[in-house]
């Protein structure tokens, strides 16, 4: 187990019963209140992709967005939003998808990524990978071409990776 990973497992702290009873949260607010941890955490996926000539960084409503956009700095590439409905002021795309507790939708901007271009997707979290496979979803649609799938935290009892094939998923937490 590396260092930062330890230091996540101990900073990530569980809220039992929320969203609803029964789920156990991973509440990640406490790494966003510390400057090196949260550093720390940016640095691991730049480290990773600083060779990848990524052009673009999508981040997922809205956690990813606090991570998706400084690492979009670190790598010199674009930051795009992949917003829930309603939030996007100009001409955009969307995909429906299930929840484990009904549906959603994402929707993207339809110049937020140019044909040919190479993506990498950032969100705080993987549960069952209806949300990252939606956010693949849109990002092929536009063209883009997805590198990688970055999560903070993956839940790995529920079987996310199952619904995300062929994409390589970096994950630095796995409970």
């Known amino acids: 187990m590396s260092d930062l990973e330890q230091k996540l497992r101990a900073t990530i702290r569980d809220i039992p019963d929320f969203p609803k009873p029964g789920i156990l949260f ?3 607010t406490p790494v966003l209140a510390n400057p090196k941890l949260l550093r720390g955490t940016v ?3 730049a480290q ?3 060779g990848d000539h990524i052009d673009v960084v999508v981040g997922m409503e809205s956690r990813g967005f606090v991570f998706g956009a400084p690492l979009a700095m670190e790598l010199s590439a674009a930051f795009a939003p992949a917003r829930k409905p309603g939030k996007l002021p100009y001409q ?3 995909v429906e998808y299930d929840l484990e507790y009904g549906s959603a939708r994402l929707e993207m901007h339809i110049d937020a990524i140019k044909p040919g271009q ?6 705080d979290l993987l549960a069952t990978g209806g949300t990252a496979a939606a956010t693949c979803e849109l990002v092929r649609r536009l063209g883009g071409e997805v590198v990688c799938l970055c999560f903070v935290v993956e839940l790995g009892f529920l079987e996310g990776r199952k619904n995300l094939p062929g994409v390589d998923i970096q994950s630095i937490v796995i409970y």
Do not use: E, T
């Open 26 to 28: 991973k509440d990640i």
């Open 118 to 123: 190479k993506v990498l997707v950032v969100d």
């Open 43 to 45: 640095d691991w996926f």
């Open 92 to 94: 955009h795309i969307g």
């Open 48 to 50: 990773r992709h600083a």
